[in-house]
Protein backbone atom coordinates (compact mmCIF):
# COMPACT_ATOMS: atom_id res chain seq x y z
CA UNK A 1 0.00 0.00 0.00
CA UNK A 2 1.08 3.98 -0.35
CA UNK A 3 2.10 5.72 2.43
CA UNK A 4 2.92 9.01 2.16
CA UNK A 5 4.10 11.19 5.28
CA UNK A 6 4.50 15.07 6.06
CA UNK A 7 6.46 14.87 9.54
CA UNK A 8 6.08 18.53 10.74
CA UNK A 9 2.13 19.10 11.59
CA UNK A 10 3.19 22.56 11.97
CA UNK A 11 5.81 25.26 10.19
CA UNK A 12 6.12 28.79 10.51
CA UNK A 13 8.24 31.15 8.43
CA UNK A 14 8.57 35.11 8.54
CA UNK A 15 7.29 37.05 5.84
CA UNK A 16 10.12 37.46 2.63
CA UNK A 17 11.98 34.29 4.49
CA UNK A 18 12.24 30.62 3.28
CA UNK A 19 10.78 28.01 4.31
CA UNK A 20 10.74 24.11 3.54
CA UNK A 21 7.93 21.69 4.30
CA UNK A 22 9.26 17.93 4.17
CA UNK A 23 7.34 14.63 2.84
CA UNK A 24 8.33 11.40 2.56
CA UNK A 25 6.75 8.79 0.84
CA UNK A 26 6.47 4.59 0.07
CA UNK A 27 5.39 2.92 -2.91
CA UNK A 28 6.17 -0.17 -4.61
CA UNK A 29 5.15 1.33 -8.27
CA UNK A 30 7.94 2.46 -11.02
CA UNK A 31 5.54 4.85 -12.41
CA UNK A 32 3.81 7.82 -10.02
CA UNK A 33 3.58 11.67 -9.64
CA UNK A 34 4.28 13.64 -6.68
CA UNK A 35 1.88 16.68 -5.76
CA UNK A 36 1.99 19.53 -3.15
CA UNK A 37 -1.86 20.89 -2.91
CA UNK A 38 -2.56 23.63 -0.60
CA UNK A 39 -5.42 24.43 1.17
CA UNK A 40 -6.72 27.62 2.48
CA UNK A 41 -8.73 28.39 5.48
CA UNK A 42 -11.73 28.66 2.72
CA UNK A 43 -10.78 24.93 2.48
CA UNK A 44 -10.23 24.66 -1.60
CA UNK A 45 -7.89 22.39 -2.83
CA UNK A 46 -5.36 24.19 -5.07
CA UNK A 47 -2.21 22.92 -7.19
CA UNK A 48 1.36 24.28 -6.30
CA UNK A 49 3.51 22.34 -8.12
CA UNK A 50 3.94 18.37 -9.57
CA UNK A 51 6.90 16.62 -9.79
CA UNK A 52 6.93 13.31 -12.27
CA UNK A 53 8.96 10.65 -10.92
CA UNK A 54 10.53 9.66 -14.00
CA UNK A 55 12.18 13.32 -14.08
CA UNK A 56 15.41 14.01 -12.74
CA UNK A 57 15.04 17.17 -12.46
CA UNK A 58 13.27 18.85 -9.74
CA UNK A 59 10.04 21.21 -10.56
CA UNK A 60 10.03 24.85 -10.02
CA UNK A 61 6.55 27.27 -10.37
CA UNK A 62 7.43 30.32 -9.53
CA UNK A 63 8.10 31.12 -5.62
CA UNK A 64 7.76 27.04 -5.18
CA UNK A 65 10.29 24.46 -6.09
CA UNK A 66 10.62 21.00 -5.30
CA UNK A 67 13.62 18.73 -3.50
CA UNK A 68 12.71 15.21 -5.12
CA UNK A 69 14.75 12.59 -3.95
CA UNK A 70 13.88 9.36 -4.99
CA UNK A 71 15.81 6.61 -3.69
CA UNK A 72 15.50 8.32 -0.14
CA UNK A 73 11.43 8.62 -1.14
CA UNK A 74 11.91 12.19 -0.35
CA UNK A 75 9.60 15.29 -2.10
CA UNK A 76 10.29 18.53 0.21
CA UNK A 77 8.40 21.82 -1.02
CA UNK A 78 10.51 25.13 -0.66
CA UNK A 79 8.75 28.36 -0.44
CA UNK A 80 10.97 31.46 -1.35
CA UNK A 81 10.16 35.24 -0.25
CA UNK A 82 7.17 33.73 1.24
CA UNK A 83 4.45 36.21 1.70
CA UNK A 84 1.21 36.28 3.55
CA UNK A 85 -1.10 34.57 1.15
CA UNK A 86 0.82 31.36 1.36
CA UNK A 87 -0.62 30.55 4.94
CA UNK A 88 -2.32 27.23 4.46
CA UNK A 89 -2.15 23.94 5.26
CA UNK A 90 -0.12 22.17 2.74
CA UNK A 91 -0.55 18.62 1.23
CA UNK A 92 2.08 16.49 -0.18
CA UNK A 93 0.26 13.54 -2.47
CA UNK A 94 1.20 10.64 -4.79
CA UNK A 95 -0.66 9.50 -7.83
CA UNK A 96 -0.58 6.15 -9.51
CA UNK A 97 -2.65 4.74 -12.34
CA UNK A 98 -4.58 2.05 -11.27
CA UNK A 99 -7.01 0.58 -14.16
CA UNK A 100 -8.03 3.54 -15.68
CA UNK A 101 -8.67 6.08 -12.91
CA UNK A 102 -5.71 6.54 -10.39
CA UNK A 103 -5.95 7.80 -7.20
CA UNK A 104 -4.46 10.37 -5.41
CA UNK A 105 -2.87 9.63 -1.81
CA UNK A 106 -2.35 12.42 0.70
CA UNK A 107 -0.57 13.22 3.55
CA UNK A 108 -1.79 14.39 6.49
CA UNK A 109 -0.33 18.10 5.69
CA UNK A 110 1.51 21.13 7.29
CA UNK A 111 -0.04 23.89 8.78
CA UNK A 112 1.75 27.05 7.46
CA UNK A 113 1.75 30.07 9.38
CA UNK A 114 3.41 33.37 8.34
CA UNK A 115 4.38 36.53 10.28
CA UNK A 116 4.70 39.53 9.35
CA UNK B 1 -9.63 29.17 -16.47
CA UNK B 2 -12.18 26.49 -16.10
CA UNK B 3 -12.92 25.24 -12.77
CA UNK B 4 -14.86 22.08 -11.26
CA UNK B 5 -17.81 23.58 -9.61
CA UNK B 6 -19.55 21.68 -6.63
CA UNK B 7 -22.85 22.26 -4.93
CA UNK B 8 -24.70 22.97 -2.75
CA UNK B 9 -21.55 24.87 -0.95
CA UNK B 10 -22.92 23.64 2.82
CA UNK B 11 -25.67 20.41 2.90
CA UNK B 12 -27.28 19.80 6.72
CA UNK B 13 -29.00 16.42 6.63
CA UNK B 14 -30.65 14.17 9.35
CA UNK B 15 -28.98 11.18 10.20
CA UNK B 16 -30.44 8.63 8.28
CA UNK B 17 -31.81 10.59 5.41
CA UNK B 18 -30.25 10.69 1.47
CA UNK B 19 -27.98 13.06 0.33
CA UNK B 20 -27.05 13.98 -2.93
CA UNK B 21 -23.85 15.81 -3.42
CA UNK B 22 -23.42 17.53 -7.25
CA UNK B 23 -20.46 18.20 -9.10
CA UNK B 24 -20.03 20.33 -12.38
CA UNK B 25 -16.16 18.78 -13.38
CA UNK B 26 -14.39 20.71 -16.34
CA UNK B 27 -15.91 20.18 -19.77
CA UNK B 28 -13.58 18.32 -21.48
CA UNK B 29 -12.20 15.89 -18.61
CA UNK B 30 -12.85 12.11 -18.60
CA UNK B 31 -11.82 11.01 -15.09
CA UNK B 32 -13.67 12.14 -12.18
CA UNK B 33 -13.08 11.98 -8.30
CA UNK B 34 -14.63 11.94 -5.11
CA UNK B 35 -12.57 12.64 -1.97
CA UNK B 36 -13.54 12.95 1.80
CA UNK B 37 -11.97 14.97 4.35
CA UNK B 38 -13.00 15.07 8.24
CA UNK B 39 -12.58 18.04 9.89
CA UNK B 40 -8.68 17.99 11.30
CA UNK B 41 -7.58 15.22 9.39
CA UNK B 42 -6.11 14.01 5.46
CA UNK B 43 -8.15 13.85 2.23
CA UNK B 44 -9.13 10.49 1.69
CA UNK B 45 -10.06 8.93 -1.87
CA UNK B 46 -13.35 7.88 -1.94
CA UNK B 47 -14.04 6.55 -5.56
CA UNK B 48 -12.76 7.25 -9.35
CA UNK B 49 -14.94 7.28 -12.14
CA UNK B 50 -14.45 6.58 -16.00
CA UNK B 51 -16.16 5.55 -19.33
CA UNK B 52 -19.72 5.45 -17.28
CA UNK B 53 -18.29 2.98 -14.29
CA UNK B 54 -16.35 2.59 -11.45
CA UNK B 55 -12.36 2.54 -11.69
CA UNK B 56 -11.63 1.89 -8.31
CA UNK B 57 -12.97 2.59 -4.92
CA UNK B 58 -12.36 2.81 -1.08
CA UNK B 59 -12.92 0.80 1.76
CA UNK B 60 -14.89 3.75 2.70
CA UNK B 61 -17.50 3.82 -0.73
CA UNK B 62 -20.03 1.06 1.02
CA UNK B 63 -22.79 0.28 -0.40
CA UNK B 64 -24.14 3.14 0.84
CA UNK B 65 -22.17 5.37 -1.15
CA UNK B 66 -23.06 5.53 -5.25
CA UNK B 67 -21.95 7.61 -7.95
CA UNK B 68 -23.82 8.78 -11.23
CA UNK B 69 -23.11 11.11 -14.13
CA UNK B 70 -26.58 11.67 -15.26
CA UNK B 71 -25.96 13.53 -18.58
CA UNK B 72 -22.91 14.98 -20.09
CA UNK B 73 -22.11 17.42 -17.46
CA UNK B 74 -22.99 16.00 -13.83
CA UNK B 75 -21.50 13.80 -11.67
CA UNK B 76 -23.30 12.92 -8.96
CA UNK B 77 -22.53 11.33 -4.64
CA UNK B 78 -25.33 9.72 -3.75
CA UNK B 79 -25.16 8.76 0.55
CA UNK B 80 -28.49 6.17 1.20
CA UNK B 81 -29.02 6.56 4.38
CA UNK B 82 -26.35 9.40 6.32
CA UNK B 83 -24.63 8.37 9.45
CA UNK B 84 -23.06 11.12 11.78
CA UNK B 85 -19.40 10.15 10.52
CA UNK B 86 -20.59 11.10 7.26
CA UNK B 87 -19.81 14.45 8.00
CA UNK B 88 -17.15 15.85 6.36
CA UNK B 89 -15.99 18.04 3.68
CA UNK B 90 -16.46 16.23 0.07
CA UNK B 91 -14.28 17.32 -2.63
CA UNK B 92 -14.79 16.14 -6.47
CA UNK B 93 -11.81 16.30 -8.91
CA UNK B 94 -11.38 15.60 -12.75
CA UNK B 95 -8.73 15.40 -14.69
CA UNK B 96 -8.33 15.17 -18.79
CA UNK B 97 -6.91 12.73 -21.03
CA UNK B 98 -4.10 14.20 -21.86
CA UNK B 99 -1.19 12.07 -20.20
CA UNK B 100 -1.41 10.75 -16.69
CA UNK B 101 0.12 13.20 -15.67
CA UNK B 102 -2.39 15.99 -15.43
CA UNK B 103 -3.32 16.88 -12.40
CA UNK B 104 -6.58 16.33 -10.65
CA UNK B 105 -8.14 19.54 -10.29
CA UNK B 106 -10.26 20.23 -7.57
CA UNK B 107 -13.46 21.82 -6.60
CA UNK B 108 -14.52 24.32 -3.44
CA UNK B 109 -16.32 21.33 -2.06
CA UNK B 110 -19.37 20.46 -0.38
CA UNK B 111 -19.61 20.64 3.50
CA UNK B 112 -22.01 17.81 5.07
CA UNK B 113 -23.28 18.09 7.98
CA UNK B 114 -25.30 15.47 9.64
CA UNK B 115 -27.38 15.81 12.85
Known amino acids: AQTVTQSQPEMSVQEAETVTLSCTYDTSESDYYLFWYKQPPSRQMILVIR??????QNATENRFSVNFQKAAKSFSLKISDSQLGDAAMYFCATYTIYNQGGKLIFGQGTELSVKP | EPEVTQTPSHQVTQMGQEVILRCVPI?????FYWYRQILGQKVEFLVSFYNNEISEKSEIFDDQFSVERPDGSNFTLKIRSTKLEDSAMYFC?????????????FGDGTRLSIL
Open chain 1, 51 to 56: QEAYKQ
Open chain 2, 93 to 105: ASRGAQGRSQPQH
Open chain 2, 27 to 31: SNHLY
